[in-house]
């Protein structure tokens, strides 16, 4: 009787086992989620009203747009243009004379121009929109540097002593009044480094991005926005470093002429996946097509895409050329002049995605082609690489976890059909 017993416990396990496997393995748990489709979006230049000096108004495009657009994964938050270091954040702080609900966001210079006055983002309406996305299960990044701007590190020190600054401000933690944060307890998934110069040694970056990684830990992204002409003149010592390395490259396809734009036969998509795979740590790196949202001097020089079956043609080109494994999506400058230019029917934004979607079988970013999730967020990839082939770290350790039940499962069986015996 005890032997049945035994006998049909072990087949009722047995078959909840199966049972639940049929619905708990996540759908990529062969490590085979593809990148391909994301879209990412800069964001907080308002750029569209700075291309309309005709007295025309244009609404801006706030924060929480993007948030609520199911065509935008990445939210790019740009720029802080000033790095500072612990003494004088704080002393930036506690200054009577600025202490008012912006204190954190004048501090940084994170909305340096291009807003109109009645344009007033609070720290706690940043935290409430950012929050907003994290909801919609957007990556949210904090951009650094820009076209303009004196920004950079006349030290190792420098440098060491901002990242350290960025922990207190954005690190999920409570060393640091909440009164005080920018974003107030809103987390950010990484930042983002557009480094157009070179007025101190960019070399002191290196130390930067080493101290980003201690602080926050390896799920922190660390992306980096290089000019398409290779080598970038200001990052080639950060991309080319064994020091360290990036999550993702949001390369400017435009502003750069004849020599390596997208919407020109001298497209250098190939470069970059060269630099991918032979020339750079990450054998996960993912590689973005930057391009400018809008025509005009505002949105870029030149560089812009108008014929929809160009920029087809452009996404397929990627694809067939390493998009497997090193395409990412594609990134657009900036989110006010795409929200308003209708060249292909629907707004830009909308239009870029639709051509970004796969007709079948394929997923973006742990989402299906509906936008529904199938993976968390953290399925981006964040740990060191050092490995040959093209897995996601957390896919990794979702296959790991299902070895360990299986294992668990087997010895339990097994002690089940010894007792029986």
Not at 79 to 105: K, M, R
Not at 268 to 273: I, L
Not at 375 to 381: F, R, W
Request: some cysteine; glycine content about 6%; hydrophobic content about 35%.
């Amino acid at each position: 009787m005890r032997s049945l017993f035994k006998t049909a416990l072990l087949c009722t396990i047995l078959f909840g086992y199966c049972y639940a496997k049929s619905f708990l393995l996540p759908v990529n748990a062969s490590n085979e989620t593809k990148w391909q489709n994301n879209l990412a979006v800069y964001w907080g230049q308002n750029s569209i009203e700075l291309d309309h000096d005709d007295g025309k108004h244009v609404e801006y495009t706030r924060l929480i747009d993007i948030c609520d657009d199911p065509n935008v994964d990445i939210v790019i938050i740009s720029f802080v243009d000033e790095f500072l270091t612990v003494e004088n954040s704080f002393q930036i702080h506690n200054d009577d004379v600025n202490h008012n609900n912006n204190i954190a966001i004048n501090a940084i210079s994170i909305l340096r121009n291009g807003f109109s006055d009645d344009f007033d983002y609070s720290p706690q309406t940043f935290g409430e929109e950012i929050e907003e996305c994290k909801l919609n299960e957007k990556i949210v990044l904090l951009s650094f540097g820009g076209d303009t701007g004196s920004y950079g590190f006349d030290s190792e020190e420098h440098a060491i002593e901002f990242a350290d600054v960025l922990y207190q401000w954005f690190g999920n933690h409570s060393e640091v009044n909440m009164s005080k944060k920018p974003f107030r307890n809103a987390a950010i998934n990484g930042i983002d480094l557009d480094i157009e110069n070179s007025q101190y040694n960019n070399v002191y970056y290196i130390g930067f991005i080493k101290r980003i990684r201690e602080n926050f830990g390896p799920e922190f992204l660390i992306a980096g926005a290089p000019q398409c002409l290779y080598p970038d003149e200001n990052m080639d010592v950060l991309l080319t470093s064994e020091e360290i390395y990036f999550d993702i490259l949001f390369i400017q396809f435009y502003n750069n002429g004849y020599d390596c734009n997208a919407n020109t036969n001298n497209f250098n998509w190939n470069t970059w996946v060269d630099y991918a795979a032979n020339h750079q740590p990450n054998k996960q790196l993912k590689l973005f097509m930057g391009l400018p949202a809008s025509d005009g001097e505002i949105a870029a020089e030149n560089g812009y895409i108008d014929d929809k079956a160009l920029l087809k043609d452009k996404i397929n080109f990627v694809e067939e050329n390493g998009g497997d494994k090193w395409f990412g999506g594609i990134s657009l400058w900036e989110a006010s002049l795409g929200y308003n230019n209708y060249d292909f029917g629907g707004n830009y934004i909308e239009e870029v995605k639709k051509e970004l979607l796969p007709t079948s079988g394929d997923v973006s970013l742990g989402k299906d082609n509906t936008g529904e999730q199938n993976e968390s967020d953290d399925d981006i990839v964040h740990n060191p690489r050092d490995q040959t082939d093209d897995k996601l770290t957390s896919s990794s350790s979702l296959t790991k976890k299902n070895n360990n039940n299986n294992f668990l499962f087997i010895f339990l069986a097994s002690f089940l059909i010894h007792e029986s015996c």
